[in-house]
């Protein structure tokens, strides 16, 4: 494990000082250089956080397939010298991936694709490279659905007892960044602003427990009359830490949550969707899941691509549901 993670670290690294040619390291969506403008879309059918919400996560895993192998072959020609075997191996994939995309990703590929036609393969192997580490990176957010009052669900919000009054601002400071944000408790709003400069983009909010929560009763984590600036633009991550991400620096889960439509349903996001341990935002390929019977910290996080500049994120109430 531990030889592992210096690996990462090195890489990371490099990345960051930009060595990296378009190709290499596919799980390295956020760093590469040229990147296109993330993708702030999601498609129109996502409000369902059920059998709908399936379909779409798993037509964009094909999709997150074919431009992971088109990578694979068109990254090693680019860094042999065969860009154009590189652009047309990019262009063929990008070609197959519309149908796999939810709505607002399609636009964004048809749009993003038809801007290239006049460049030269260099610029050709660029801009697909960045559209599709921001297809890599995409993740469907959670949004508030309509629950039928059949439904039985039972909601138990974090108080006082639980929760620690005042969250810890984690910010991008940590690498170096400038991104601002903190907590108005009496709003019951996150609020601040992200910035790209010196690599950063993000702000959050931590709440760290005394002791680790056992939620094993649970089925997940809700939001009540959650609203945010740019709804139709904004998304936000809810971070959840266990006993394990405290071994292992700079770790932790996240979920992608957003309101495009304004709704005043619950929002509910279920702990299986923190499915992959991560580190400054790259998977910990093969580390274990998450556990929620030792929850050590919960937090809500702003962060580019989506959130570039001022946001605001408010809600009356969060809590356990099962
Ligand atoms: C938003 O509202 C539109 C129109 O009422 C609806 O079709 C769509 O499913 C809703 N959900 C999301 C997430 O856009
Ligand atoms: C957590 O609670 C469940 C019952 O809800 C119990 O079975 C389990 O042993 C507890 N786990 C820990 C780590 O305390």
Redesign the pocket.
Known sequence: MKLSLVFLFVIVDIVKKGNLLPAAYGFLTTHSRHRVRGLMS???????NGVERDEVVEKLNQAKEIVAQAISIGAPAYNVGDIARCAQVYEQASNQLAPFLPNDLQSKLLKEVSGIDGMDDDSRAWALRGLFDSISGYQLPF?PMIIGDDSNIVFQPFDATILPAEPRPVMDSVMGGISEGSWVPELKTFRGTTSLANNGGFSSLRWRFQTPQNWSHAKGIYFQSLQHSSPTEHTFRLILKDATCEQIRLSNFKAVFAN??E?KEPLLIPFSAFDQMEQMGNPLVGSPGFRPSVVTEIGIMAIKPTVVGSFELHFEEWGLYN
Not at 42 to 48: C, Q
């Open positions: 999601y498609p129109k059918n996502a409000e369902s949004s495009p439509n709704s």
